[in-house]
């Protein structure tokens, strides 16, 4: 069965910190994304990945970067986390070459990160 | 501009009662996907259906059905028979077929069915 892992379900940080939240596939997918998930709000994508060393920003990248060094692992960065940047992170995976690929969405559990 | 709206923030229905997920979309292309996903409280997001642009046939699976509807730029969701397990966040989700493979969400819908 198609598995997306996500390192942390729950983490607290402070203020100017430098998180990493990590996000592993087992399915060979060549997309892998980034959302954050907040009430009212649904999901916003952050930042998205075709290729190993590609990414490419979403709707809301400030703040963040991402990593993809090998296929299966996806990495998002908070680089000086901030108060604002306390929500839900979802990490998504699907196969399939190219942008216009369509194919549904593989979701982690979620990693819910309070920076205080 | 794409957009999902999703108009009912929460609902809350008797088991066994059919309730009824609205979502309205807006685009301008002609192409697009369609999706809705379930996340229940675990948290992990699940697939429930795709619909593409050219396909306006409503679908039924078990309990569920979808209605489809470019006139109203609707893709309505319907869970008949509601069960304690159909508690959950349901989010809907345009996906457009040219450009970068982005998902645009709606705010999505809690629904919480009581026993």
């Known amino acids: 069965d198609v598995k997306v892992t996500q390192s942390s379900r729950y983490l607290v940080k402070r203020t100017g910190e430098k998180v990493f939240l990590e996000c592993v596939q087992d399915m060979d997918h060549e997309n892998m994304f980034w959302y954050r998930q907040d009430p009212g709000l649904g999901l916003r994508l952050i930042y998205f990945?075709?290729?190993?060393?590609?990414?490419e920003k979403g709707d809301i990248p400030e703040g963040y970067s991402v990593s993809r060094e090998k296929k299966e692992r996806f990495s998002l960065i908070l680089e000086s986390a901030s108060t604002n940047q306390t929500s839900m992170y979802l990490c998504a995976s699907n196969p399939g070459r190219g942008p216009s690929y369509n194919s549904p969405l593989h979701f982690g559990n979620g990693t819910r990160l309070t920076v205080t | 501009a794409q957009k999902v709206t999703q108009a009912q923030t929460e609902i809350s229905v008797v088991e066994k009662e059919d309730v009824t997920l609205d979502c309205v979309y807006e685009?301008?292309?002609?192409?697009?996907?369609l999706f809705w996903y379930k996340q229940p409280p675990s948290g992990e997001l699940v697939f429930l259906i795709r619909?593409?642009?050219?396909?306006?046939q409503n679908e039924i699976s078990g309990r569920y059905s979808w209605n489809f509807q470019k006139s109203t730029s609707s893709f309505n969701f319907t869970i008949t028979a509601s069960q304690v397990v159909d508690s959950a966040v349901y989010f809907c989700a345009l996906h457009l077929f040219q450009g970068a493979q982005k998902l645009v969400f709606g705010q999505g819908t809690r629904l919480t069915i009581n026993p």
């Open positions: 685009t301008r292309d002609t192409t697009y996907y």
């Open positions: 990945s075709y290729d190993v060393k590609m990414k």
């Open positions: 619909r593409n642009s050219f396909d306006e």
